[in-house]
């Protein structure tokens, strides 16, 4: 199945850094989302994006969507440890049964 | 507000032997989902269901089967279990809105000796 190219694949960083990472496709998608995964939990949602060069912040975190929508970046400023986790982004588009593209994960760990 | 529960949490199985694991969500969503997780693979989509009495094979359905009897719970049945089906679990449900209601449950973790 389709998977999107995300990296880096692992990040080990430490506190106070910042951290960037990507996902790129070869195919559009109208909306883009990141996902924290944090160890023992499922995914949940940190940032949904939804027009080409939008640029959204929560809290520490900012993401854009590339402007060719075949893109997206996610940036945690200022690391902490509670930032240690798997990172995933995903891919969007109307009337794939709601199916997202998944990319394979950013696994993070932050040194204090 | 439960979102979507998995239960069991954990579970050991023998080669050969079979099991359900069982996902309800309370958000009244259309659509359920089944992901498996391995080191490396990112989530991998085994079936899915678009609405109350409905499945479809995801990329890795093989050796798995799925019911939706009921708009809340989606089951995913292991009839006879084997060592490559050792792995998180992971359930998904969605409404018909924008992609941002998306919910996982919080996984199960299952071992196949």
């Known amino acids: 199945g389709q998977q999107l190219n995300q990296s880096p694949q692992s990040m080990f960083i430490q506190e106070g850094e910042d951290v960037s990472m990507n996902c790129t496709s070869s195919?559009?998608?109208?909306?883009w989302l990141w996902y924290k995964q944090d160890p023992g939990e499922g995914p949940v949602l940190l940032i949904a994006?939804?027009?080409a060069g939008e640029l959204t912040s929560n809290g520490r975190l900012t993401a854009q969507f590339g402007i060719t929508r075949k893109d997206s970046f996610l940036n945690i400023s200022a690391s902490i440890p509670s930032d240690v986790g798997i990172y995933f982004c995903a891919g969007y588009n109307a009337g794939n049964n709601r199916k997202l593209i998944w990319g394979l994960g950013t696994s993070l760990a932050v040194n204090p | 507000n439960a979102g979507v529960t998995q239960t069991p949490k954990f579970r050991v199985l023998k080669t050969g032997q079979s099991m359900t694991l069982l996902c309800a969500q309370d958000?009244?969503?259309?659509?359920m989902y089944w992901y498996r997780q391995d080191p490396g693979m990112g989530l991998r989509l085994i079936h899915y269901?678009?609405?109350?009495?409905?499945?479809a094979k995801g990329e890795v359905p093989d050796g798995y089967n799925v019911s939706r009897l009921k708009k809340q719970n989606f089951l995913l049945g292991l009839e006879s279990a084997a060592p490559s089906q050792t792995s998180v679990y992971f359930c998904?449900?969605?409404?018909?809105?924008?992609?941002?209601?998306?919910?996982f449950g919080s996984g199960t973790r299952l071992t196949v000796v």
């Open positions: 958000m009244n969503h259309e659509y």
């Open positions: 998904a449900s969605s409404g018909a809105g924008t992609p941002r209601d998306y919910t």
């Open positions: 269901s678009v609405g109350e009495g409905t499945t």
């Open positions: 994006l939804y027009k």
């Open positions: 195919s559009i998608f109208n909306t």
